[in-house]
Each structure stands twice: as C-alpha cells, then as structure tokens.
C-alpha cells in the first residue's frame, strides 16, 4: 500500500514542487489549495503519476480541514504544514501593524496547523512525519517581517514541544531557503526577484526529512541537501 501524504498549499510554490516529488516516489497526495482553478491543474497533473485528491478552501476553516483527513484515510504517514499567509502588505512596521490581519497570521500559520496535528495523530503511525514550513524570519529580525515572523516562531515551538512529547514521531521545523515565489513577491513589490532559487530547489532537503533518518528538530533545507551530497 502506498504511504498517504497530506500538503496543504500545494497548488503552486514550495508545496507542489514536494507534490511533484513525491508523486514520482508513488506517495498516494491529499492536496489542497485556496484557488480551485490552479489546484484542479496540479491535480490533474499528478493524477497522471500516483492517486492524487484535492479540495479547495481554506486551513483556518474547520470544516475544511475536516475534509482533508476524511480524504486522507485511516493511516496518514506524512504531515506538510506548507499553507501560509504573508499578512499585510506592504510589510508594515508593527506600530502600524493592522491587528485584525495579525489574528488572520496567526490563524492560518499557526492554529491551523495545530488543529490539523491534532486531527491526524491518532492515524499517523510510529515514525511518521510532520513537517512545518517556516522561515529565516522566525529567528532573525527584520524590518516589517513583524507579523509573518511571530507566526513562523510559534509554530516553531509547537514544533518543539510537539517533538518532546511524541518521541515516537519525526516532528521538523523546515526553512526552506528564499525562492522565487508568488508570496516572496508580495513581500517585495515591484523588485526583481528573479535571482532566488525556484522552490523545487529547496526539495532535495525536504525529502531529507521525508524519506532520512534525520532527528527531529529545526533544519535548513540548504544544510540538508549539502549533508546529503557529501
């Protein structure tokens, strides 16, 4: 029986060059996206490689993240947490940070992947994984990164903690490197951001965690992928 993966945000981006990968590997995808149009394209595109099923809507919904485990089935062995909101934009500064959209941050980056831990665990075997996407912007400071960096450092420690209590789990906090994606460009309007690495470049570390013997914990998708090449 294939292993069942579940990739929120994966119509495009960091989340469906992971799709792609795992497809080709014979993983069997419950995907998800906002946008039903581009997620029926990546949909129909994996379909063409392994079982693929897909719903649109939103992973701060409950009801939508309900869905996703229905499709997912008894036995889950992979949790990709990749789905995430920027926030305000322009980046503002925090003493002009929009509180409303700050709830919105943290809903999407933080409780809803909580929420989706929570309903998975009872059908993730031992050794399965849970990877959470995050950021440079979770440990260092930036300018106006304020509301996007809060969010990844909590999810960072619901990483930790979640590590700590489930020894019997594989639990990462991933940063997977600047790319040159959709979100990254909103996060610089009007600047040229071609020159960051498109997302399948940051696959080979995820597939470190994914398919390795790597310990649980925060890692670098770069440092990964050279361990992996030495």
Same mark, same amino acid.
């Given at each position: 029986?294939?292993?069942?993966?579940?990739?929120?945000? =994966?119509?495009?981006?960091?989340?469906?060059?992971?799709?792609?990968?795992?497809?080709?590997? @014979? $993983?069997?995808?419950?995907?998800?996206?906002?946008?039903?149009?581009?997620? +029926?394209?990546? %949909?129909?595109?994996?379909?063409?490689?392994? +079982?693929?099923? =897909?719903? !649109?809507?939103?992973?701060?919904?409950? $009801?939508?993240?309900?869905?996703?485990? $229905?499709?997912?089935?008894?036995?889950?062995?992979?949790? #990709?947490?990749? =789905?995430?909101?920027?926030?305000?934009? &322009?980046?503002?500064?925090?003493?002009?940070? *929009?509180?409303? +959209?700050?709830? %919105?941050?943290? !809903?999407?980056?933080? #409780?809803? &992947?909580?929420?989706?831990?929570?309903?998975?665990?009872?059908?993730?075997?031992?050794?399965?994984?849970?990877?959470?996407?995050?950021?440079?912007?979770?440990?260092? /400071?930036?300018?106006? $990164? @304020?509301?996007?960096?809060?969010?990844? =450092?909590?999810?960072?420690?619901?990483? @930790?903690?979640? !590590?700590?209590? %489930? &020894?019997?789990?594989?639990?990462?906090?991933?940063? *997977?490197?600047?790319?040159?994606?959709?979100?990254?460009?909103? !996060?610089?309007?009007?600047?040229?951001?071609?020159?960051? &690495?498109? *997302?399948?470049?940051?696959?080979?570390?995820?597939?470190?965690?994914? +398919?390795?013997?790597? *310990?649980? @914990?925060?890692?670098? /998708?770069?440092?990964?992928?050279? /361990?992996?090449?030495?």
């Amino acid at each position: 029986m294939s292993p069942t993966a579940i990739i929120t945000g =994966a119509s495009r981006g960091l989340g469906r060059a992971l799709a792609d990968a795992l497809a080709d590997r @014979g $993983w069997r995808l419950v995907i998800d996206a906002r946008n039903e149009a581009e997620l +029926e394209t990546a %949909r129909a595109e994996l379909a063409e490689r392994t +079982e693929v099923l =897909a719903v !649109a809507g939103d992973v701060a919904d409950p $009801w939508h993240r309900g869905r996703l485990l $229905w499709l997912a089935g008894e036995r889950i062995d992979l949790l #990709v947490n990749n =789905a995430s909101t920027l926030g305000a934009t &322009p980046l503002p500064a925090l003493a002009d940070y *929009p509180l409303a +959209e700050l709830d %919105r941050v943290l !809903a999407v980056n933080v #409780v809803a &992947p909580l929420a989706l831990v929570q309903l998975a665990l009872a059908r993730m075997p031992a050794g399965a994984r849970i990877v959470n996407v995050t950021s440079d912007a979770a440990v260092e /400071a930036y300018e106006g $990164w @304020g509301g996007y960096g809060a969010s990844k =450092a909590a999810l960072e420690q619901l990483s @930790g903690v979640l !590590a700590a209590e %489930r &020894p019997d789990l594989r639990v990462y906090a991933v940063d *997977p490197g600047d790319m040159n994606t959709r979100m990254h460009q909103a !996060a610089f309007p009007g600047e040229d951001i071609s020159d960051r &690495p498109p *997302p399948r470049a940051s696959v080979p570390g995820l597939l470190a965690l994914v +398919e390795g013997d790597v *310990p649980s @914990g925060r890692h670098r /998708a770069a440092d990964l992928a050279a /361990a992996v090449h030495a």
